[in-house]
């Protein structure tokens, strides 16, 4: 029986890499050459890390949610970016239940380094399995 | 709507920490903006795509005709018959170093499919003029709906930041 307080099993992405920002940006027709040009970003402090797009950390938060009640269990997912995540980091996505009410649960979750910054922050609702 | 004319879709990021790398447009007001709509349309997710997003985000592909929800970023804004530089175009901004993620607010009736030509439509809901001791920015949301067959099967609600010269 999921309950307030419990923790949402981590998704754990070991190390955010270029290429999936590589593909990312060819599917989205996306021009930003942070995504995909390590010149760019010299250029912007970052010393040639690439600047994983926002989308695929939400994607990383929406795999723990999945792994936790299912593919189709997401009915909805704010979130907010507070920082950027960037090739080479690790993060982890994690999260908490904060209510539950009837079949749904309302959950905090955030994705996190291992030094504790949390780069994107939010709320989800997730349909609970009846398993 | 063909993959072959897919429009251009910048994915925005958070803002950059330190502020001599931020760059901005002219300082110009957007309400004239409020209620605009978007032309509309039609956009189906194809398998093939399907697949490499899900590989893109870094977990194992789905069952069979079920979407991977990050779909949500771009399907809506496409569908809706929009490019991004159109977006920038209306908020009179000047490029996407010039541009922030603020939020996204996604709500799913049902799960996305493979193969479904959603219905999108939206418009631009607000905007509105913030600042901080270190900066200006229109704070621009707009909502877009995908529908199949009069459904509503998710409503995205996405907030930017437009960085404004003083």
Known sequence: MTAVGDEIPAWRMAEVRAEPMQTMAALLRDPNPVHWDRASTHSRGLEGRLVNQGPI???????????????????????????????????NARGVVTGVDSDTALCEV?????????????????????? | MSTDSLPVVVALSAPFADPSQWRYCRPVSLEHLVGHRFAGGERTIEHWENFLL????????????IAHPVHLFHIPIDGAGLTIAELFDLAE??????????????????????DVAYRCDGQIQSVIRRGSDEKDWDELVFAIELSDEGRLIARVTNTWQIWRAR
């Not at chain 1, 955030?110 to 398993?131: C, F, I, M, N």
């Not at chain 2, 893109?56 to 789905?62: A, I, K, M, S, T």
């Open chain 1, 110 to 131: 955030w994705l996190e380094r291992p030094d504790g910054s949390r780069p994107v922050v939010g709320q989800a609702t997730v349909q609970l399995s009846r398993s």
């Open chain 2, 54 to 65: 899900t590989e893109v985000c870094g977990g194992p592909q789905l069952e069979e005709g």
């Open chain 1, 57 to 91: 950390n939400v994607g990383y938060l929406a795999n723990m949610l999945m792994q936790w009640q299912g593919p189709t269990c997401i009915r909805r997912l704010k979130v907010q970016f507070p920082d950027r995540v960037l090739d080479g980091d690790e993060v």
């Open chain 2, 93 to 114: 901004a000047e490029g996407p170093d010039r541009v922030g993620l603020e939020s996204y607010d996604w709500e799913y009736f049902e799960p996305l499919r493979e």
